[in-house]
Each structure stands twice: as structure tokens, then as C-alpha cells.
């Protein structure tokens, strides 16, 4: 499964799974784009993080500009 989000849907995507610890996202999902608008360095770094535990899922940036 792929998603494509807004930089505050990630934003809260991620306030969530920190806010619940040993929450993880989905494993159906491996891709994560973003667009939109501006996105955080931290956010990115925390979504790509989850690569650490296992999940395999990516987050990257998605400019059809």
C-alpha cells in the first residue's frame, strides 16, 4: 500500500504513534509521499525512523511541480 499525505497529515500521523508507544504504523504500508507544502526535517526524519523497527516503509517527497 502506498499513501500520499499533506505535511500535517504526516505531522499527526506521527504525534499519534508517539503519543502510543509501540504503536506502529500499518505493516500494508511501504511508501509514504509527501506534498504540498513544506515538510519539516524532524518529521521526515521521525517517519523514516520507522524503517528502523522493521517496518520497511519509505517516506519521500513528491514534487510534479
Known amino acids: 500500500t502506498n499513501a500520499f499525505v499533506v505535511?500535517?497529515?504526516l505531522s499527526r500521523i506521527i504525534a499519534h504513534l508517539d503519543h502510543h508507544p509501540g504503536a506502529m504504523p500499518p505493516p500494508s504500508i511501504r511508501a509514504i509521499a509527501?506534498?504540498?507544502?513544506?515538510?519539516?526535517?524532524?518529521?521526515?526524519?521521525?517517519?523514516?525512523?520507522?524503517?528502523?523497527?522493521?517496518?520497511g516503509m519509505m517516506v519521500q517527497e513528491r514534487n510534479d511541480a
Open 7 to 9: 505535511p500535517t497529515m
Open 34 to 55: 509527501y506534498g504540498g507544502g513544506k515538510m519539516p526535517m524532524p518529521v521526515v526524519e521521525s517517519a523514516n525512523g520507522w524503517r528502523r523497527h522493521g517496518t
